[in-house]
Every structure is written in structure tokens, then in C-alpha cells.
Nanobody, 121 residues
Framework: QVQLVESGGGLVQAGESLRLSCAAS????????MGWYRQAPGKQRELVAA???????NYVDSVKGRFTISRDNAKNTVTLQMSSLKPDDTGVYYCNTKGLRAGTFFPFDSWGQGTQVIVSS
């Protein structure tokens, strides 16, 4: 089992910043993918930002230049620094990791419980 614990959501005003963190623990050999998804009210969950084990990153167009994803491979953590937040950034943010279980070649695909981000105008 691989567990993810998220932190850092909250209520902010437009233009402010928030930092989300996610820590993975459990039976982990390697983590190839770490990403943040968000689900706004009434909308489908979308991938916001992702980072590979070698540091390659990808962002949805709406957050480019405002959000930065980073990871610490030694600690199995991923962070999403969100700046210049807009009301459209409101939603539940979920951490997702994919990799291999310790001592095996079996993959895992784990999700965090979600953390609420509300941006008021």
C-alpha cells in the first residue's frame, strides 16, 4: 500500500499564493510520476501539473507562469506552489503518484484525499 497525505489548502483572495504539499509513504520502490489534479464544482477532474522522476514538468495552459511543481525524490514529496491565484483556480486538489512497489515490479497508482482551495474575488 502507498499512502498520500496532502496539506496546504485553504481560502485566499485573488492574487494571493498557496503552497500544496503531498508526502508519499509505504511500500515504494520508485515513483515515476507525481502530479496534481483539481476538480472544480460541476466539472471533471483535470491534470494541473505533473513532474517526472528526472524533473520534467508539464502544466495545463491556464496555470502556466503562475504554478510551479517540484519534488524531493529522497523524501517522496511533491509540492505545488501556486501564485497569482484566480477564482477559476478554486477546487479540490488531489495529489497522484505512480510508480513501482518495493521489492516487486508491480505498479501502484495512488491518490490523496484531496485538499480544498478556494479563491475569492
Amino acid at each position: 500500500q502507498v499512502q498520500l497525505v496532502e496539506s496546504g489548502g485553504g481560502l485566499v483572495q485573488a492574487g494571493e499564493s498557496l503552497r500544496l504539499s503531498c508526502a508519499a509513504s509505504g511500500s515504494i520502490s520508485t515513483i515515476s510520476f507525481m502530479g496534481w489534479y483539481r476538480q472544480a464544482p460541476g466539472k471533471q477532474r483535470e491534470l494541473v501539473a505533473a513532474i517526472t522522476s528526472v524533473g520534467s514538468t508539464n502544466y495545463v495552459d491556464s496555470v502556466k507562469g503562475r504554478f510551479t511543481i517540484s519534488r524531493d525524490n529522497a523524501k517522496n514529496t511533491v509540492t505545488l506552489q501556486m501564485s497569482s491565484l484566480k477564482p477559476d483556480d478554486t477546487g479540490v486538489y488531489y495529489c497522484n503518484t505512480k510508480g513501482l512497489r518495493a521489492g516487486t515490479f508491480f505498479p501502484f497508482d495512488s491518490w490523496g484525499q484531496g485538499t480544498q482551495v478556494i479563491v475569492s474575488s
